[in-house]
C-alpha cells in the first residue's frame, strides 16, 4: 500500500477523494489508515500532540460513504475524504469542544456547527478534533501559540516550536502537514490561520467574513472571526470553501450579499499584483526575507503577472500604530453570551473563568494578563468601542486595501510572511497564505494573497496561478510511510 500511503501523507484532498470514487481506495480504508498514524505519532514524548480527540463516529462516516458509493450515489469530489476540526468547532460525536481551556476541557456542545453540518452533506468523514491556542490566543501575552491548558503543547511536524503569534490553528496545521488528515479546518480573527500555515509549510485560507458561518464556533471577535481549510494545495481550500461557505440564518453575518464578487482570472496572464511596501512589506526584519520575496515577485513578472510596485496603503503607518480596544471588547461580550446560554462545565461568565484559571494555577502557566485585560474592555455600546471598532475599518479597509487595489488597478495584493495579518484581519478580507519554500536559515517561508471583501473566488484563482509558479511545500519530518 505504499503509494496509497503516500497519496495520504502528502496527495491533495481532491486526489484523494478521486482514489475513492474510483474504487482504488475506500473511505473506511482511508479513515483507518489516518487513524492508525494518529495513534502513532501524535502521543507519546515525541508525538506531535496536534490531535486533541478521536471522533467515535469516524469509522461509521467512512462506511456510510462506502455504501452510498456501493449504491451510486456521490456527494461530490469531498465524498469519503477525512478531515478534522479545531477544538473551538460543537460536533455531536461525542467530544469535547473547550477552545484549548482547561475550565472547558469537558464540555460537550449540545448542537453541532453549520459548517461540519456542511461537510457531512458533501460526504466529508469528520476523523476528531486538533489542539489550538487557547482562547484562540487570547489569554496570555506572553504564551506561546503552541500551548493550551486543555491541550497541552502542540509540535511542528518541520521541528520547529511555534512561537508567539504564530496563530491558533496550530494543530490542524501541524496535523494536515504531518499526514493526519486530507485537510482541516481552523479559524481566523487575525493571524490563526494564515500564520500556522506559513510556519508549517501549508496552504491556509481565511474566506471574507460572512461567507462562512461561525454557527457552532466558540468566538473571539466576532467582526473578524472566519473560519477556512487548512490543506496541500489551493484547489483544495477552493474545493472546501464551495463545501462549507453559504447563507445561515444562525449566523446573520452571512446573509450580505456577495452576489456581485468578480471571479477574476484563472492565469497569470493579464493579472495585476499590486506589492504594498510601505508599513507592510517593509516590516520584513531581515534582508534574506526581503531578496527572497522580491526574486518571487520577479518569478510571478516572467510568468506573465504585472507587478505593480509600490502599491502602497495610504493608511499603513496609521494602522500599523492603532490600538484599539474592538479584541478585548467583543471577546468579553460574545463570550459572555455563549457562556450565559450554554453553562458549559458550568461556567457562566468570563469572570467564571478567570476565578476558575485563578485557583487552578497550574492550567495557566503564562498567566492570564489578555483575559483580565478583556474581562474589563470597555462595553461594545460604549463611545470607545464603536469609535475604535469604525477606525479599524477605516485605516485598514477603505484607506488601505480597498485604496490599494483602487490606486494600483490591481486584481489582489501580495505580502510576504504575514505581514499583513492586521490589516487583512480588520478589513475582514479574504486571505490565501501560500508555502514557497525555505529561507536561508532553513525555516519556512511563504506569502499571503489578499483582495477585496466578498472577492474570495477571484483571491482563490489568483493564488492558484500564483501557487503555480511559486508555491513549495516542505515536506514534514514525519512524512514517512508507515
Not at 494573497?449 to 473566488?457: E, I, K, L, S
Request: with cysteine; aromatic share 6%; charged share 20%.
Amino acid at each position: 500500500m505504499k503509494d496509497i500511503s503516500l497519496l495520504l501523507i502528502t496527495g491533495s484532498a481532491r486526489h484523494i477523494g478521486e482514489a475513492i470514487a474510483s474504487g482504488e481506495l475506500t473511505s473506511v480504508e482511508a479513515t483507518e489508515w489516518y487513524l492508525k498514524r494518529i495513534q502513532l505519532l501524535n502521543t507519546g514524548v515525541n508525538g506531535l500532540n496536534c490531535v486533541r480527540s478521536i471522533s467515535r463516529l469516524a469509522l461509521d462516516e467512512a462506511k456510510r460513504a462506502d455504501d452510498e458509493l456501493a449504491a451510486g450515489r456521490s456527494r461530490g469530489p469531498l465524498h469519503g475524504v477525512p478531515y478534522l476540526v479545531k477544538d473551538n468547532v460543537f460536533t455531536l460525536d461525542g467530544s469535547f469542544a473547550s477552545a484549548g481551556a482547561s475550565a472547558l476541557a469537558e464540555f460537550i456542545p449540545p448542537y453541532e456547527a453549520t459548517l461540519v453540518s456542511r461537510l457531512r452533506e458533501a460526504g466529508a468523514v469528520l476523523l476528531g478534533k486538533t489542539n489550538l491556542t487557547e482562547f484562540a490566543d487570547f489569554v496570555a501575552d506572553t504564551m506561546p501559540s503552541e500551548f493550551s491548558g486543555a491541550g497541552g503543547v502542540v509540535r511542528n511536524p518541520l521541528g520547529l516550536q511555534y512561537g508567539r503569534g504564530q496563530g491558533s490553528s496550530v494543530g490542524s496545521a501541524a496535523a494536515v502537514a504531518a499526514g493526519f488528515c486530507a485537510f482541516a479546518i481552523g479559524s481566523e480573527t487575525q493571524n490563526s490561520i494564515q500564520a500556522p500555515a506559513i510556519h508549517t509549510s501549508v496552504v491556509g485560507f481565511k474566506p471574507t467574513v460572512g461567507q462562512v458561518s461561525r454557527h457552532g464556533l466558540i468566538p473571539l471577535v466576532p467582526s473578524q472571526d472566519s473560519p477556512g481549510p487548512l490543506t496541500r494545495s489551493v484547489d483544495d481550500a477552493l474545493l472546501i470553501f464551495q463545501a462549507i461557505a453559504g447563507p445561515d440564518i444562525n449566523d446573520t453575518a452571512t446573509l450580505a450579499d456577495f452576489s456581485e464578487e468578480a471571479r477574476g482570472n484563472k492565469d497569470l496572464q493579464g493579472l495585476r499584483i499590486g506589492i504594498p511596501r510601505r508599513f507592510i512589506a517593509d516590516n520584513l526584519n531581515t534582508d534574506d526575507h526581503k531578496a527572497i520575496f522580491n526574486d518571487l515577485l520577479a518569478s510571478l513578472s516572467r510568468a506573465g503577472a504585472t507587478i505593480v510596485d509600490h502599491c502602497d496603503m495610504p493608511a499603513a503607518e496609521e494602522l500599523n500604530a492603532v490600538r484599539s480596544c474592538v479584541f478585548r471588547s467583543e471577546f468579553h461580550e460574545s463570550l459572555n453570551r455563549l457562556l450565559a446560554s450554554l453553562k458549559p462545565c458550568g461556567m457562566t461568565s468570563m469572570r467564571d473563568i478567570i476565578e476558575w484559571n485563578t485557583s487552578h494555577p497550574e492550567a495557566i502557566p503564562y498567566g492570564q494578563s489578555l483575559l483580565e485585560a478583556a474581562e474589563a474592555a470597555p462595553d461594545i455600546r460604549s463611545a470607545q468601542y464603536i469609535n475604535d471598532r469604525r477606525h479599524d475599518v477605516a485605516l485598514s479597509l477603505h484607506k488601505g486595501i480597498l485604496a490599494a487595489l483602487n490606486k494600483g488597478h490591481a486584481d489582489v495584493l501580495i505580502s510576504p510572511m504575514t505581514v499583513a495579518a492586521k490589516c487583512t484581519g480588520k478589513a475582514g478580507v479574504p486571505v490565501v497564505a501560500i508555502p514557497a519554500g525555505l529561507d536561508s536559515a532553513g525555516l519556512p517561508f511563504g506569502v499571503t494573497v489578499y483582495g477585496a471583501p466578498g472577492h474570495d473566488y477571484a483571491v482563490i484563482y489568483a493564488a492558484k496561478a500564483i501557487e503555480n509558479v511559486i508555491g513549495k511545500r516542505v515536506l514534514a519530518h514525519f512524512n514517512v510511510t508507515n
